[in-house]
């Protein structure tokens, strides 16, 4: 209307229709976010992160992380992100089912025959996240902010060896050492519980983390 085009009532609720249908379900009149409150302990999400070597080469990074937890169930470092590579990712993700549902993807072209081959043999059912609607993966772009602010921005990377030692110490400790607000403070995958130790011996120590970038704190042995 502010270009002054005239379109028939029609026409608009025949496009409207089409992209609601690629909206992420609602199941059975649930919101968004219930549905995802519901199920969290169910929904994986995944997608790539794009940076860059020292020689500025193209390196992707693969995450696939768990809703409820919070926990990195998978990573991946490749220089072609193809379909048969992200299906074989998803493979190594998934050996036993795990206990899977949904999967919270993007609509890249990148997640092709191969990937819906596995998607299928496993039983999943992909979750299509509309365009421009970051919020309908939200808890994995607030990952992925995580790892820029507290890894990425910090290094520089040599090489995809590099790159796949870099991003599982970092992994580890965010699975293992570093608490989460979304989840009240706690670790996704904690370590078994230390007894605490005397008064007398109560000293905690710091373990460096990236080169000293963090630190894994706990009683000294």
Same mark, same amino acid.
């Not at 993700?93 to 890249?108: H, K, Q």
């Not at 979304?182 to 109560?202: C, T």
């Given at each position: 209307?502010?270009?002054?085009?005239?379109?028939?009532?029609?026409?608009?609720? @025949?496009?409207?229709?089409?992209?609601?249908?690629?909206?992420?379900?609602?199941?059975?009149?649930?919101?968004?976010?219930?549905?995802?409150?519901?199920?969290?302990?169910?929904?994986?999400?995944?997608?790539?992160?794009?940076?860059?070597? !020292?020689? =500025?080469?193209?390196?992707?990074?693969?995450?696939?992380?768990?809703?409820?937890?919070?926990?990195?169930?998978?990573?991946?470092?490749?220089?072609?992100?193809?379909?048969?590579?992200?299906?074989?990712?998803?493979?190594?993700?998934?050996?036993?089912?795990?206990?899977?549902?949904?999967?919270?993807?993007?609509?890249?072209?990148?997640?092709?025959?191969?990937?819906?081959?596995?998607?299928?043999?496993?039983?999943?059912?992909?979750?299509?996240?509309?365009?421009?609607?970051?919020?309908?993966?939200?808890?994995?772009?607030?990952?992925?902010?995580?790892?820029?602010?507290?890894?990425?921005? =910090?290094?520089?990377? !040599?090489?995809?060896?590099?790159?796949?030692?870099?991003?599982?110490?970092?992994?580890? =400790?965010?699975?293992?050492?570093?608490? @989460?607000?979304?989840?009240?403070?706690?670790?996704?995958?904690?370590?078994?519980?230390?007894?605490?130790?005397?008064?007398?011996?109560?000293?905690?120590?710091?373990?460096?983390?990236?080169?000293?970038?963090?630190?894994?704190?706990?009683?000294?042995?």
């Amino acid at each position: 209307m502010k270009l002054g085009i005239r379109v028939n009532k029609g026409t608009i609720r @025949h496009y409207v229709w089409q992209a609601r249908r690629k909206l992420p379900p609602h199941h059975h009149g649930q919101t968004w976010a219930t549905f995802l409150a519901n199920h969290a302990f169910e929904i994986w999400a995944c997608d790539f992160v794009q940076t860059y070597d !020292l020689f =500025f080469r193209t390196i992707f990074l693969f995450f696939i992380i768990e809703h409820g937890s919070r926990r990195v169930v998978h990573t991946g470092v490749t220089r072609s992100p193809t379909d048969a590579w992200i299906a074989q990712q998803l493979r190594e993700a998934t050996p036993f089912g795990e206990g899977l549902r949904f999967l919270i993807c993007d609509n890249d072209d990148k997640y092709g025959a191969h990937f819906e081959h596995v998607v299928e043999g496993v039983g999943i059912e992909i979750i299509h996240t509309p365009f421009c609607a970051p919020k309908a993966n939200a808890y994995w772009e607030r990952f992925i902010g995580s790892v820029r602010r507290e890894c990425l921005d =910090f290094v520089l990377i !040599l090489s995809g060896a590099h790159a796949r030692r870099l991003i599982q110490a970092y992994v580890t =400790f965010f699975n293992r050492a570093r608490p @989460h607000q979304g989840i009240d403070q706690q670790i996704p995958d904690p370590p078994p519980a230390a007894p605490l130790p005397e008064n007398s011996r109560r000293q905690v120590v710091g373990l460096p983390i990236l080169g000293g970038l963090h630190h894994d704190y706990r009683w000294a042995a």
